[in-house]
């Protein structure tokens, strides 16, 4: 079996990959030169634990070009980016790809759309768009089969997850689904092609929304003078609460973006835009404490340790660092840049003595884990202030080294002096009296019901 897969980013490859390893001949395509010349020179685009050795494996199957040629198999992997100042999602390398394909689309062919996309997408752009080879569906096959992976386990999620498969009919589904099931050993879960659009969109939805919860009681904590971590942690003790973890902001290609597709084309959409307003709000909420810990500082500097939009991954799309780094700018702080993840970023990327060097305010944005065995007696700061945006530094240490530390949501401290004789505001761990709330991420809300929904709705 042949297969074409249109788009080499972070779910094409991996996908195009896997179904070579498993025994199919693959034709990755993609329309940045840099990215067929990078793999055509046996190097990968952009990291992914595990994907040297998948490359290796099955690189003997696997050919890039720029341009598809006739397949079994057209697979569409292409971004989806948002519009910012619309909301509205930019379908148009969605229907590049289609256009791409319909020269070389013959009758019997599979064509399966993974990119995300508002509801209708499929009947609406895309089949219209192939049907421009002569050829109608049904004459040739067709689904959609949205991607559940996460950048930092791509390759664990790929094959172990459950997978959505929506048909434009039962040839369909249960071609796309036995090609699936070469590679895939989660439950393949059957449907209509609107559906599996719908259903995608809306799991990124609920955790978007359950986000903002726990951004929102953050903020009350704060409020109410108590600490929320502790919080949290206890009201999870209820075998029916699952609150989810505060933080900075929401990034990445699908949580922050997923709940506008959704609602692009609706009027009933309270909540979810609601939620996104809390999420995108954060960065500027994280700011107003910098700003009140600053107060007193001339000129201040301020550290932004952690670029990428979750921990122990170099991806920064739609990290809740851009708003940040841009308000704060905007504001005059000056600021400096340190991610040991990230190979790239809008601002210049220091290592952490740099980074530090001279600073005012620390700012933990992104919970990688090593940032949580960082030593603070080695930083050379002016000031010492840490803003733990993500609840991860052991606070003892930092407050032992005469740190002010502010934690996001906890509300519980007394007001303290921090150095420089700067009035800090409630929430800061007095120097050797921090109190530290363990708190593990709570489990991920299951969004399936374990026995599923096979056939057609």
Request: with cysteine; hydrophobic share 40%.
């Amino acid at each position: 079996m042949k297969i074409c897969v249109l788009g080499l980013g972070y779910i094409g490859l991996p996908t195009a990959l896997l179904f070579a390893a498993h025994g199919s001949d693959v034709v990755g395509v993609d329309v940045k030169r840099s990215v067929v010349d990078c793999l055509n020179r046996g190097n990968l685009p952009f990291g992914e634990p595990g994907l040297d050795d998948l490359y290796g494996e099955a690189k003997s199957r696997f050919l890039v070009r720029t341009e598809p040629e006739a397949a079994d198999v057209f697979l569409i992997a292409v971004p989806t980016p948002l519009d910012p100042a619309t909301k509205v999602s930019n379908l148009s390398y969605v229907k590049s790809a289609a256009d791409m394909i319909a020269p070389h689309l013959r009758r019997g062919n599979l064509v399966v759309l993974e990119s995300t996309v508002p509801p209708g997408t499929s009947e609406r752009v895309v089949i219209p768009r192939l049907e421009k080879s002569g050829v109608a569906v049904g004459d040739f096959l067709y689904a959609h089969c949205p991607e559940r992976a996460i950048p930092g386990r791509t390759l664990q999620e790929m094959p172990g997850n459950n997978r959505i498969i929506g048909g434009y009919d039962r040839d369909s589904t249960d071609r796309a689904t036995a090609i699936y099931q070469t590679f895939v050993r989660g439950q393949i879960y059957q449907t209509d092609t609107r559906t599996a659009e719908f259903v995608k969109l809306m799991e990124n939805t609920c955790r978007d929304v359950n986000i903002a919860l726990a951004n929102e009681f953050a903020q009350l904590a704060e409020e109410c003078g108590i600490n929320v971590w502790e919080a949290i942690t206890l009201a999870n003790k209820h075998p029916r609460v699952t609150v989810l973890n505060p933080g900075p902001g929401v990034g990445g290609h699908c949580i922050a973006v997923d709940p506008w597709f959704l609602t692009e084309n609706s009027t009933r959409c309270r909540m979810v835009s609601t939620a996104r307003e809390i999420n995108d709000s954060m960065p500027n909420y994280v700011l107003r404490v910098a700003r009140g810990l600053l107060a007193g500082v001339r000129d201040p500097t301020i550290s932004i340790l952690g670029v990428a939009y979750k921990g122990n991954v170099g991806d920064t799309r739609e990290s809740p660092a851009y708003k940040f780094i841009q308000l704060a700018e905007n504001e005059g702080y000056a600021i400096r840049c340190h991610d040991p993840y990230a190979a790239e970023f809008t601002h210049p990327l220091m290592n952490l003595p740099e980074a530090t060097a001279g600073s005012d305010c620390i700012v933990i944005l992104t919970d990688h884990d090593c940032f949580r065995k960082l030593d603070p007696a080695g930083l050379r700061v002016r000031t010492k202030l840490v803003i733990d945006a993500r609840n991860i530094l052991d606070h003892e240490k930092w407050t032992d080294q005469g740190f002010a530390v502010r934690v996001l949501g906890d509300g519980s401290s007394v007001q303290q002096t921090v150095p420089g004789d700067i009035a800090a505001p409630a929430g800061l761990y007095p120097a050797g009296a921090a109190r530290s709330i363990a708190s593990s991420s709570p489990p991920s809300i299951s969004l399936l019901s374990p026995n599923g929904r096979e056939g057609y709705l």
